[in-house]
C-alpha cells in the first residue's frame, strides 16, 4: 500500500511535507500528513510548535487559504500573508515572491539528505523523525560551522 499517511492526492500516491521557516528560509519545524490531507488544519500545529515575540508575518501558499486560518493567525498576533485560491483580483504578487525562501529551504533539506528525498520508510513517525534530523543537523552546522 504505500505506509502511513501515504494516500493518493490530486499529485499521485504520497505525502505531503509541512515546514516552517524564518524570515531567512532557515528551517524551524516541520511535519507530514497524507496527500489527500486537509493543509488548513495544519498550520496551527506548525505555529504552537515555535515561539514568535513581537508582530511577525506568517507566509503561506495557497493551500492555507481559508477566513479560518487567516483570523487564527490574526488570533495569535501574527499577520497573515496567504495569496487566495482562483482567480481573485489584486492578489499579492510579492507573497509568491518570498515564498521562494521556503521552497529552497525543502530543496536544501532534500538534497542534503536522501532518506528526506525519497520516502522508504513505512511508519511515518520514522520518516518525520528524519525530517527533524535534518533540521536539526541544519543548525548544527549553522550555529558550529
Not at 35 to 49: F, I, M, Q, S, Y
Not at 73 to 96: E, M, N, S, T
Request: aromatic share 12%; glycine share 10%.
Amino acid at each position: 500500500m504505500g505506509g502511513q499517511k501515504v494516500e493518493y492526492g490530486y499529485k499521485g500516491k504520497g505525502s505531503l511535507f509541512h515546514l516552517i521557516t524564518d524570515s531567512a528560509g532557515n528551517p524551524l519545524y516541520a511535519t507530514l500528513t497524507a496527500a489527500n490531507g486537509n493543509e488548513r488544519t495544519e498550520l496551527p500545529k506548525l505555529l504552537d510548535k515555535i515561539k514568535v515575540v513581537g508582530l511577525s508575518i506568517i507566509e503561506a501558499d495557497k493551500g492555507y487559504d481559508s477566513k479560518a486560518v487567516r483570523l487564527e493567525i490574526l488570533q495569535r498576533g501574527h499577520y497573515p500573508l496567504i495569496p487566495y485560491r482562483g482567480d481573485k483580483k489584486g492578489a499579492d504578487k510579492w507573497v509568491v515572491r518570498m515564498r521562494w525562501k521556503v521552497e529552497r529551504c525543502i530543496s536544501w533539506l532534500k538534497r542534503s539528505y536522501r532518506r528526506i528525498a525519497t520516502r522508504w520508510e513505512r511508519l511515518s513517525s520514522v520518516y518525520e523523525a528524519f525530517m527533524l534530523i535534518g533540521i536539526s543537523l541544519f543548525w548544527v552546522k549553522k550555529l558550529v560551522g
